[in-house]
């Protein structure tokens, strides 16, 4: 059993920035896959962001050379630094972690003002 807990969102306006970040409950050492994705109103889940445990990424090309993934093997912790956020990042974003089946955290409120 895997649990994230994810923490950093907000309401922010256009052109600012955020981190997200996601603790595990377990070490990511053991994890496979973590990653970013959003739910926006009406619309499907999405990928946004992967790291993998040899430190591989995707990222969606909607977020390309704005956003960033990255890990911290010490703290159990992924993060998505948000940059040059745009009124179409508004989403519920879940942490994502593989570890031998799906997990996700409770989602955290992304809002990016015009």
């Known amino acids: 059993q895997v649990q994230l807990v994810e923490s950093g969102g907000g309401l922010v306006q256009a052109g600012g920035s955020l981190r997200l970040s996601c603790a595990t409950s377990?070490?990511?050492?053991?994890?496979?896959?973590m990653g970013w994705y959003r739910q926006a109103p009406g619309k499907q889940r999405e990928m946004v962001a992967i790291?993998?445990?040899?430190?591989?990424?995707n990222y969606a090309e909607s977020v390309k050379g704005r956003f960033t993934i990255s890990r911290d093997n010490a703290k159990n912790t992924v993060y998505l630094q948000m940059n040059s956020l745009k009124p179409e990042d508004t989403a519920v974003y879940y942490c994502?972690?593989?570890?031998?089946?799906?997990?996700w955290g409770q989602g955290t409120q992304v809002t990016v003002s015009s």
């Open positions: 790291i993998r445990s040899g430190g591989n990424t």
């Open positions: 377990t070490s990511i050492f053991s994890i496979n896959t």
């Open positions: 994502y972690a593989l570890y031998f089946v799906n997990y």
